[in-house]
């Protein structure tokens, strides 16, 4: 057991103690401009990738505009088509109903 009465000592070091600076690793710079040129080609892929997703957007939107009209024109012939075969019945019925009452 240490004993208690014996007094501890500063371990830190003196304020004069020339501390040097943190040790950076070279700079390679063959090998940054290696990387930078790796990162300029997959910037302009990825912009070509963009163009090329850009026109099939471009593509579908016609497709799907297309298909829209395709419908409309579809629940206007069904609206017509409804409709005239109501006004035939509703005939059909006051013919029914009409000539039988004379």
Same mark, same amino acid.
């Given at each position: 057991? %240490? =004993?208690?009465? $014996? %007094?501890?000592?500063? !371990?830190?070091?003196?304020?004069?103690? %020339?501390? @040097? @600076? @943190?040790?950076? %690793? @070279? +700079?390679?710079?063959s090998s +940054?401009?290696?990387? !930078?040129?790796?990162?300029?080609?997959? &910037? =302009?892929? !990825? *912009?070509?990738?963009?163009?090329?997703?850009?026109? *099939?957007?471009?593509? &579908?939107?016609?497709?799907?505009?297309?298909? *829209?009209?395709?419908? *409309?024109l579809l629940?206007?012939?069904?609206?017509? &088509?409804?409709?005239?075969?109501?006004? !035939? $019945?509703?005939?059909?019925?006051?013919?029914?109903?009409?000539?039988?009452?004379?």
């Amino acid at each position: 057991m %240490p =004993d208690s009465r $014996i %007094p501890k000592r500063n !371990l830190s070091s003196p304020d004069d103690f %020339p501390i @040097p @600076p @943190p040790q950076q %690793p @070279p +700079i390679d710079l063959s090998s +940054i401009q290696r990387e !930078l040129g790796r990162l300029s080609e997959a &910037v =302009d892929t !990825l *912009k070509e990738q963009s163009k090329a997703q850009s026109i *099939k957007l471009d593509a &579908v939107s016609v497709v799907v505009g297309g298909a *829209k009209a395709a419908g *409309k024109l579809l629940w206007v012939a069904v609206g017509f &088509v409804g409709s005239v075969l109501l006004l !035939l $019945i509703a005939a059909y019925l006051h013919h029914l109903f009409e000539g039988g009452t004379k």
